[in-house]
């Protein structure tokens, strides 16, 4: 049996804090925090985030367009660094094949007498012009007209000991006819072209 100072001290000991509101009232209040929990996530954490991966795709996107960018003029730099090769290139070996003006048409012409003759077609008359070279003051084209007598069999050798020349020239134009008042031979008319230096 309880006595009476017990229940005196029952009665004034604290109610713990869960036990003063009615279930329904925690109930509430936890729906409630769980509301504020959820639009705080809808409103703030959720927002953040998709800016966070819009950020970061954007930013893996200027980094492959950098990257891009980087490679095309990687390889515009390489193929400049070979046109500049090339072209020097093609200014040394201009260099090394042009002839003097003065004398570059009497050392084809001399090239053409001794061919031909060991060919064993006649060469007759020659003239030559200077061509200038579009985009160069210095060097400009030598082209040699030139006119001869011979069988087909002959030509034929001529042509095949000019292309053993150590000289440097083009044939520019061929043609060859038969003559009407020999038979057999042809009356041929080639240009020769070579470069020249010193205009």
């Known amino acids: 049996m309880t006595s009476s100072s017990e229940r005196r001290a029952a009665a004034r000991a604290p109610t713990p804090w869960h036990r003063r509101f009615p279930p329904r ?81 009497s050392a084809l012409l001399t090239e053409l007498v001794a061919v031909s003759g060991e060919a064993g077609i006649e060469i007759r008359e020659s003239s030559y012009t200077v061509e200038p070279i579009e ?12 006119n001869f007598r011979g069988r087909y069999d002959s030509l034929v050798r001529f042509l095949y000991r000019l292309d053993r020349s150590e000289l440097f020239f083009v044939i520019g134009s061929l043609g060859a006819t038969p003559r009407d008042d020999s038979g057999g031979e042809l009356q041929i008319n080639i240009r020769f072209d070579t470069f020249v230096r010193d205009l």
Request: charged residues 20%.
């Open 135 to 146: 985009g160069s003051a210095e060097y400009g084209i030598l082209a040699v007209n030139s």
């Open 25 to 105: 009232t925690v109930l509430a209040a936890l729906g409630l925090l769980a509301a504020c929990n959820l639009g705080f996530y809808l409103f703030a954490v959720r927002p953040a985030t998709q800016e966070e991966r819009r950020r970061i795709a954007s930013n893996a996107r200027l980094a492959a367009q950098v990257a891009a960018a980087r490679r095309s003029a990687e390889a515009v730099q390489a193929a400049a660094r070979r046109i500049e090769g090339a072209d020097n290139d093609g200014i040394a070996l201009v260099q090394q094949i042009a002839q003097p003006r003065r004398s570059a048409f």
